[in-house]
């Protein structure tokens, strides 16, 4: 079955840009060490200086030839722009080159306007005139009907991810994918760096039966891909049944390159997204979302400021006694202006990672969650097991209740993580 599917996207499947790297032979890498083939040298530098290219400008250096005489409708939100700061539906509306009829807009919205769990809903854009689609909440076919009604032959992916599982763009991803195939559409993805590397995955991997937005399929907490190589995996591996994909990659990233690294502006890809500096503790630090404590929303540091009413210095102590690897703790107090705790002061901590190389925002994570627990007795997780849906099973919450410590959690899902490494290295478009 699985042999058979893979062959039929040989035919389905393409790549444009560049050619796809050569799959690596199977193992997990150490941290620090990129899973995918070995490193043979960047690619040529862009003109003008500029060592990198998204999916976007090789596209449009190429004249949109992939996209001609075709009808586009573009999923896109504010992220989706040149490294001038424009944003591509902008650019490509201006462009008689290409047939721009249509825009699809996530979570957040196509302009970004709304906040989490809100979009903008259906309209036309004041600034160029397009009809707007809303896709957020919406799957399978009614989403298919989305795109049927749309008029559209092609529907093209531009959203930066944050690199973590639970970081819904991808699903949205996920989703439009498998409505694009529902409704005989064309899915064209334009990459864009994985802000925090591609060097390895890390984390548990999702168990099918805890399936949310919030986690589509089994893959792990910090996946190591870009949207176009998780596209390539999603068509394979997940989906009901191959869409017609193509990606149009990148050039001058490596797997190893972290987001300043691109020399593109950072866009927050959601309000509470706004540096790359949140993106690297994200995958981590969104655990205590299933918690009672503050993950930081409503302040200035959503995500590197993590506490509740109650707590005090001993949390600090505590989590920097644990030895964990590029991060320290501070004890730290704020007040956030929405979400847990709004207008309260709370004690806590704020990450500071002083080496990205060597951090590990999921053992992180767990580490803080063993420590809050050790250390405040208030601790509680939320009533719903939202952390279940976040680590993707119930063994993250049921060892650090029996009493486990960050090394034993860590250890539970190795196995499970060793094989998505495997099955992800099938995928790699980079080096």
Known sequence: MRLSR??????????????????????????????????????????????????????????YAPLDGERVGVVTNPTGITRDARHIVDVMHAD?????????????????????????????????????YDTYLKSGRPLADVFTASGVDTVVFDIQDAGARFYTYIWTLYDCMEAARIA?????????????????????????EFATFVGRQPIAQVHGMTV?????????????????????????????????????????????????????VYAGTCLFEGTNLSEGRGTTRPFELLGAEGIDGRWAAGANGLGLAGVRFREAYFA???????GRTVGGVQLHVHDREAFDPVRTGVGLLVSAKRTWSGFAWRPDHWIDRLTGSERVRTMIDAGADTD????GWREELAAFRRTRREYLLYR
């Open 6 to 63: 893979r062959s039929l996207l040989a035919t389905t499947t393409a790549t444009l840009a560049t050619a796809a790297a050569p799959p690596a032979t199977a193992g997990a890498a150490p941290r620090g060490q990129a899973e995918g083939p070995a490193e043979s040298g960047r690619a040529a530098p862009v003109p003008g200086g500029r060592g990198l290219r998204t999916g976007f400008e090789q596209l449009s250096a190429d004249g």
């Open 96 to 132: 008689d080159r290409v047939d721009l009829t249509a825009v699809f807009g996530p979570e957040h919205g196509f302009r970004g306007t709304a906040q989490a769990g809100g979009s903008e809903g259906r309209h036309d854009d004041p600034a160029t005139g397009l009809p707007v």
């Open 184 to 208: 005989g559409k064309r899915f064209v993805v334009l990459d864009r760096p994985n802000p925090v590397t591609g060097r390895a995955a890390l984390g548990p991997v999702l168990h099918p």
């Open 228 to 280: 176009a190589e998780l596209a390539r995996l999603f068509n394979a591996e997940f989906l009901t049944a191959p869409v017609r994909l193509e990606t149009v990659r990148m050039s001058g990233w490596r797997r190893s390159d972290f987001y300043d690294a691109s020399g593109l502006p950072w866009v927050p890809p959601s309000p509470n997204m706004p540096t790359p500096e949140t993106a690297l």
């Open 336 to 342: 956030p202006t929405f979400s847990k705790f709004r």
């Open 408 to 411: 034993e959690v860590v250890a």
